[in-house]
């Protein structure tokens, strides 16, 4: 028996296609079956497993369950939660050794894909590539495996709670917050929540629904933002937290209704952070603002520049022994006193805190930030075969010039009023833009830089193409 993955399915962090066109129960066996194997094989025996909100969910989970347990794993079920709730069994639990959540996290409804870690470490790039081949080769292990259902949402919300530890509750009990699950899976592990915090909370679109039919759940798309905007306004909160489909990326409005965008989230998570870990050494990705390496220099931490990806920047995290971590998109990773994943639910706690501990509302803290000038992260149609091609005849041509040019991923080029960046995206056929000036000025020309660098390579900036 073998099994053959559409090839546009086999991506560098996770797995994700088009039920009924890419995707289907099939996939889901040989996913199985291909990670049981391997876990076997590392002597692992116990796969948790859990699953979104979208309606081809639950038909992928009885498949993956299939396969885990024909390769001879047993399967800790946890039902309909959101990633950061399938990372915290996988972390906690001690007869856990691997974890898959079936998700399409922030794609249309009808994608979705796995998300998976394995034995503590993130389970992607070569590993994903493994289970392509083991499954065309029909390489797998033969053995029956046990299911087991686990509900684990109250030890977790008391686990995420403990993040507000040390803060005086009467700082708390004044906060008014609006929270936006966006009908994800996020929803009812935001009620149990809410319903343990102090303060007055106002909760909307908790009800998990997989067609998603208030807006899409991508809270880094501003028009996603409205609906919690609104909110915040007509209850006069202090702030609003938004999630994304799957519960592993924040966003967030002011009380004034500005968006504070994922470097800015980790501008108040660092000032916090380093006041009590001076020194550390906090990563971002490529895309953030130059404000945040510039504000974490500040406050006597070292800044790390790193590739986009969240499974790129968790092991990263590990290599360095970095505290905190955060990417442009709202994947924040807290490894201070936290298992180094990505949690929205988690980050949100750490807002509060940070807060608390600053004595600053979160709007004060947004309104000490300097007022950049950037593009929101531009995204342009490029065919497979040239987009990393069209990276490197730019790093070519950069490299006969005095640009100062970081090459961590993709070209960003540093100059002294601003800096700009093209990369290549690992998980769609389409280059990636995004530039920041201190003036409108400065920001012209440094988009006409890469413009000039496209046209020289025979593209150019055209539609944005979608997530």
């Given at each position: 028996m073998s099994h053959n993955f559409d090839p546009s399915v086999l991506r560098e962090y996770d797995i994700r296609g088009i039920i009924g066109e890419t995707l289907g129960p099939d996939d889901a066996r040989a996913i199985g079956r291909g990670f049981a194997t391997l876990l076997r094989r590392a002597g692992g025996s116990r796969i948790a497993v859990g699953y979104d909100g979208r309606v081809s969910s639950p038909i992928l989970e009885r498949a993956l369950i299939e396969g885990i347990n024909a390769s001879g794993c047993d399967v800790v079920a946890i039902g309909m939660s959101a990633t950061p709730m399938l990372y915290y069994t996988e972390a906690s639990a001690e007869d856990v050794d691997g974890g898959i959540e079936i998700t399409g996290s922030h794609n249309p409804a009808n994608y979705n894909g796995f998300k998976m870690v394995f034995q503590g470490r993130p389970f992607f790039g070569e590993d994903i590539l493994r289970v392509g081949k083991m499954a065309a080769a029909g390489d797998w292990d033969d053995g029956t495996g046990t299911v087991e259902s686990r509900s684990i949402l109250a030890e977790y919300i008391d686990r995420i709670l403990l993040g507000l530890d040390g803060i005086e509750m009467d700082v708390l009990n004044g906060l008014r917050i609006g929270w936006d699950a966006g009908n994800g899976s996020a929803g009812p592990a935001l009620e149990a929540l809410a319903a343990r915090l102090p303060g007055e909370h106002h909760l909307l679109f908790t009800d998990v629904d997989g067609n998603f039919p208030n807006h899409h759940p991508d809270p880094?798309?501003?028009?996603?933002?409205?609906?919690?905007?609104?909110?915040?306004?007509?209850?006069?909160?202090?702030?609003?937290v938004a999630f994304d489909g799957d519960g592993d990326r924040i966003g967030a409005i002011d009380g004034e209704g500005r968006v504070i965008w994922g470097d800015q989230l980790l501008m108040i998570?660092?000032?916090?952070?380093?006041?009590?870990?001076?020194?550390?050494?906090?990563?971002?990705?490529?895309?953030?603002?130059?404000?945040?390496?510039?504000?974490?220099?500040?406050?006597?931490?070292?800044?790390?520049?790193?590739?986009?990806?969240?499974?790129?920047?968790?092991?990263?995290?590990?290599?360095?022994?970095?505290?905190?971590?955060?990417?442009?998109?709202?994947?924040?990773?807290?490894?201070?006193?936290?298992?180094?994943?990505?949690?929205?639910?988690?980050?949100?706690?750490?807002?509060?805190?940070?807060?608390?501990r600053l004595g600053k509302s979160v709007t004060e803290l947004r309104s000490a930030m300097p007022a950049m000038v950037n593009t929101?992260?531009?995204?342009?149609?490029?065919?497979?075969?040239?987009?990393?091609?069209?990276?490197?005849?730019?790093?070519?041509?950069?490299?006969?010039?005095?640009?100062?040019?970081?090459?961590?991923?993709?070209?960003?080029?540093?100059?002294?009023?601003?800096?700009?960046?093209?990369?290549?995206?690992?998980?769609?056929?389409?280059?990636?833009a995004r530039a920041e000036s201190e003036t409108e000025g400065g920001l012209e020309r440094l988009m006409a830089q890469i413009d000039e660098q496209l046209a020289l390579s025979g593209l150019e900036r055209g539609e944005s193409a979608a997530h």
């Open positions: 880094t798309v501003e028009a996603n933002l409205e609906d919690l905007r609104t909110l915040v306004a007509e209850k006069n909160l202090h702030f609003g998570y660092a000032e916090d952070l380093l006041s009590r870990m001076p020194g550390a050494t906090i990563i971002a990705d490529v895309k953030a603002s130059r404000a945040l390496f510039d504000h974490i220099s500040a406050h006597g931490g070292t800044p790390l520049m790193w590739k986009t990806g969240h499974s790129l920047i968790k092991s990263k995290m590990k290599e360095t022994n970095s505290p905190l971590a955060g990417e442009m998109s709202g994947h924040v990773f807290f490894a201070d006193t936290y298992y180094g994943y990505d949690d929205a639910l988690y980050a949100a706690i750490r807002l509060i805190a940070a807060s608390a929101p992260e531009m995204r342009f149609q490029v065919d497979e075969s040239r987009k990393f091609a069209a990276i490197d005849e730019v790093k070519a041509r950069l490299s006969k010039t005095d640009a100062v040019v970081d090459g961590t991923d993709g070209v960003r080029v540093t100059s002294p009023d601003g800096w700009w960046l093209l990369r290549a995206s690992n998980t769609q056929d389409v280059l990636v």
